[in-house]
């Protein structure tokens, strides 16, 4: 399509919708995590189109800035952008610029706010998923409270390969818009559920994973076990660390990662991206099959 036909697809697809609107104050609430659905999470942008398209992931409403679609300001791969997702979503709105500003979270604004459903995964469709692969890696975090840090722990373990993500003690909604944005798409593409701790310990013994425990009491480095089989990766609590109960999980190990000056420890997204690498790169080298 040329521009004029792009444009066109838009506003046919497309409803007006007021700054005062149900569906711009919805989306606001849903950034501010007023929303009791915890399935429901808005990427801010349009860098997730593809991955949302390309997972199939259900998407309820669709807003982008109508001040400067209508100003005749965007290039053609917006468009494009715009028109596949207006195509995709359930609904498609177009909105001022000063809904925007409402809606988002950040000084500097964003433009397009997509609201999707995210999937919805329990510790059966896991085993289901994993069945016959013994050469699997997990990770679970355990009490942590700052979004930015579990959008950023599931983006550098996708990266490392990772085939799933368990919360447990939840501190945060996954479907915060912080957490999304820091994740890259990880929190939506990966399958990451939320369970009880004494239920992912017995479902983790039970499945054969050696859990590989990142504590500050450990004495052996991340670099010295051997991360072959099945391994969950279990990452603790900004302030206190992982439950002690971890260190009593049949087949556990404890690891450190070696500090050279004068601080004890890393920040734990940093701490879990080496150990995930570490691990990712033993298990699947350069490439993951």
Known sequence: MDIKQLKNSIILSSSICGISSDEVQFAKNLVD????????FVCEGLWAVDKLIEKNIKVTHFFYNSDKFNADKLDEKTLEKIA????????????SEKACKKISDRDGYD????????????????????DGNNNVL?????????????????????????DFAIVTNKQA??????????????????????????????????????????????????REIDYTGRIAIISGNEHTGISASWREVKNAQSIIIPMLG??????????????????????FGNKKN
Do not use: H
Not at 138 to 150: C, S, Y
Not at 262 to 283: D, I, R
């Open 33 to 40: 995590n007023k929303v009791k659905n915890t399935n429901l």
């Open 84 to 95: 596949k997702m207006s195509n995709f979503a359930d609904k498609t709105y177009a909105i």
């Open 111 to 130: 433009e397009y706010f997509i609201i999707a459903e995210a999937k919805k995964y329990t510790l059966e469709d896991i085993e289901n998923l994993i």
């Open 138 to 162: 997990a990770i679970v975090m355990d009490g942590l409270e700052q979004p930015g840090n579990i959008g950023a722990i599931l983006r550098s373990f996708d990266c490392a390969g990772g």
């Open 173 to 222: 909604k996954l479907g915060n818009s912080r957490l999304v944005r820091s994740s890259l798409g990880a929190s939506f593409m990966l399958p990451v559920l939320e369970a009880d701790i004494d239920t992912v310990q017995d479902w983790l013994v039970k499945n054969n994973f050696k859990c590989v425990i990142t504590d500050l009491q450990a004495k052996k480095s991340y």
């Open 262 to 283: 004068s601080c004890e420890s890393l920040n734990v997204g940093f701490a879990s991206t080496l150990v995930s690498y570490e691990a990712g790169l033993q298990k």
